[in-house]
């Protein structure tokens, strides 16, 4: 095992469409830029982003669900069409929430899993708090412009990087379009968010909008092993925006290129070990660590390019990628 220790740096003032905007790096937390971050102010359909984290984290994606009355109740908006009595799996109204932005589906999936819109909401706001999201308060799971339901880029930024450890929720937020079922009727929803076209490199996360929140977007872009988290509330050029303060973000961090070498010892060969190797690539401004999994000896015969291992490369907390320990030799 072995520690990298890059520096880090902060972005200097880029000029944003944005009221509030911030970019951190997912891994560390570490802030590259920020404008008016701490503002409390509407989110939109953003929220739907917490409301789908925890349904992705509930372990009941495989569940189906009634459609009732109280789901549909006051839901107006952008929606995916649900009906009372209609069933859909909770997978499927996560897809609905996420890419449509369908309210109902957001509801849907509060009232199954909290009993009701307003216990889920307690759930989201303690959900919150262990995020550490100190200036955030839910008052619905899709969206309002009334009363205190409110963030802060800041806090949505914590949500993001709490997210991209979700590996379900971000195969959802990088589709571009998705199937799902109804009521044995199957229909195609279609994600509007124009960065998954710009670069593969985006994921959604969560587009969001109303006449008093503006445009908001929450994005992430996969870099080398590391994750960009960009929030933006109230941006007439949101994806612009994004963009740009992604593209300079980007300067800061270094690209790390490592080719490991070493030796297993061998059980029934002639020679006493066996020479095996790792190597990988990422982009980093936090630490490097790679955990080495391997038996302690290696039974003969050894074939060049066999598996005798893994290492699992971690940037900061968050895990990158897993990278087999082969053989560089053969031996009998």
């Known amino acids: 095992m072995f520690i990298l220790l890059p520096c880090c740096c902060f972005a200097s003032e880029i000029g944003v469409s944005a009221d509030s905007a911030v970019v951190t790096d997912a891994g560390t937390g570490k802030i590259l ?57 909770l997978l499927d109204l996560v897809k609905g929430a996420m890419l449509a932005s369908g309210n109902d589906a957001a509801n849907a999936i509060a009232v199954f899993l909290g009993g009701s819109v307003r216990e889920f909401v307690k759930e989201m706001n303690a959900r919150a708090n262990e995020i550490g999201m100190n200036d955030t308060t839910f008052v619905t799971p899709s969206r309002l412009d009334e009363g205190e339901h409110k963030s802060t880029a ?99 961090y ?24 790792y190597s990988y690539e990422c982009c980093t401004l936090s630490d490097v660590t790679v955990k080495e999994y391997y038996y302690p000896f290696a039974y003969a015969p050894v074939t060049k390019g066999q598996i005798l291992g893994r290492a699992d490369v971690y940037v900061g907390k968050v895990f990158v990628q897993t990278i087999d320990i082969i053989a560089t030799e053969g031996i009998t």
Request: aromatic share 6%; charged share 20%; net charge positive.
């Open 33 to 89: 830029f920020e404008k008016n971050s701490h503002k409390r102010r509407p989110i939109a359909s953003t929220t739907k982003l917490m409301t789908c984290l925890i349904a992705c984290e509930s372990g009941k994606l495989k569940s189906v669900v009634t459609v009732t009355d109280e789901m549909l109740y006051g839901t107006e908006g952008t929606l995916i069409y649900l009906k009372t009595g209609d069933t859909v799996s």
């Open 154 to 252: 800041y806090d949505m930024s914590l949500l993001a990087s709490q997210a991209v450890t979700n590996s379900t929720l971000m195969q959802i937020a990088c589709l571009t379009a998705t199937e799902i079922t109804v009521s044995g009727k199957v229909q195609t929803i279609y994600n509007h968010n124009k960065l998954l076209s710009y670069d593969k490199n985006f994921v959604g996360l969560k587009t969001g909008f109303t006449k008093k929140a503006g445009r908001c977007l929450v994005s992430a872009y996969r870099y080398g092993g590391s994750v960009i988290v960009t929030v933006t509330l109230s941006a007439p050029d949101d994806w612009n925006d994004h963009k740009t303060l992604v593209n300079a973000a980007k300067k800061w």
């Open 254 to 277: 270094k690209r790390i290129s490592k080719n490991q070498t070493l030796s297993i010892n061998t059980v029934g060969a002639v020679k006493n070990s066996v020479k095996v190797a």
